[in-house]
Nanobody, 119 residues
Framework: QVQLVESGGGLVQPGGSLRLSCAAS????????MAWYRQGPGNQRELVAS???????NYADSVRDRFTISRDNAKNTVYLQMNSLKPEDTADYYC?????????????WGQGTQVTVSS
């Protein structure tokens, strides 16, 4: 079994910063792509940022130059540094990982962490 545990969400004022973390644990042989998605009120879940095992990153246009995704392979952890936050960044943020155990690679999701940007 694999678990993804997120932390770091909360309430922040516009222009502020937050750092999300997501740690994977369990039967892990290797981790391929890790990513953050978000789902705001009344919206579909959308990709925020992703990072491959080799460190190649991809960002949604709406967060490029404000958010930074990174990973610590030794800790099986992915981070999302969010700066210059805007009210429209308010959403539930979900961690995603494609993880290989001894036999197969599968997709896993965290439980979600809420980010609210408001004055």
């Amino acid at each position: 079994q694999v678990q993804l545990v997120e932390s770091g969400g909360g309430l922040v004022q516009p222009g502020g910063s937050l750092r999300l973390s997501c740690a994977a644990s369990g039967s892990i042989r290797s981790i391929n792509t890790m990513a953050w998605y978000r789902q705001g009120p009344g919206n579909q879940r959308e990709l925020v940022a992703s990072i491959t095992s080799g460190g190649i990153t991809n960002y949604a246009d709406s967060v490029r130059d404000r958010f930074t995704i990174s990973r610590d392979n030794a800790k099986n952890t992915v981070y999302l540094q969010m700066n210059s936050l805007k009210p429209e960044d308010t959403a539930d943020y979900y961690c995603y990982s494609n993880i290989r155990n001894r036999y197969v690679a599968s997709d896993y999701w965290g439980q979600g962490t809420q980010v609210t940007v408001s004055s």
